[in-house]
């Protein structure tokens, strides 16, 4: 049996009744933090040496993040060229 159940709420509305905790005010610091903090950044070293600074587990969270974004890029690609394989047969 499948029952499938459609909730119609607002993200903060989900977020009370889950009980979850509202973070928008710590999201909203951190983003502009951040959005500070880049304004000077000119160059691809500067970005990279920002990055590893606030990285939660340094150099390592960092790489970890970089192989994850690699592995999804190559994934992407992979299944575009699916697609357009698919594409050309028929």
């Known amino acids: 049996m499948k029952v499938q159940v459609e909730?119609?709420?607002?993200?903060?509305?989900?977020?009370?009744f889950m009980g979850l905790p509202d973070v928008s005010r710590a999201n909203d610091i951190y983003v502009d933090t951040i959005s500070r903090?880049?304004?000077?950044v000119s160059n691809p070293e500067q970005?990279?040496?920002y990055a590893?600074?606030?990285?939660p587990m340094g150099q390592m969270g960092l790489k970890m993040f970089q192989k994850f974004m690699e592995s999804s890029a190559a994934a992407?690609?992979?299944a575009?060229?699916?697609a357009d394989k698919a594409k050309s047969k028929d």
Do not use: F, H, L, S
């Open 7 to 16: 909730i119609d709420c607002t993200p903060e509305e989900a977020r009370a």
């Open 37 to 40: 903090a880049m304004k000077g």
């Open 47 to 49: 970005v990279q040496e």
């Open 52 to 55: 590893r600074q606030m990285a």
């Open 76 to 78: 992407a690609e992979g």
């Open 80 to 82: 575009r060229d699916a």
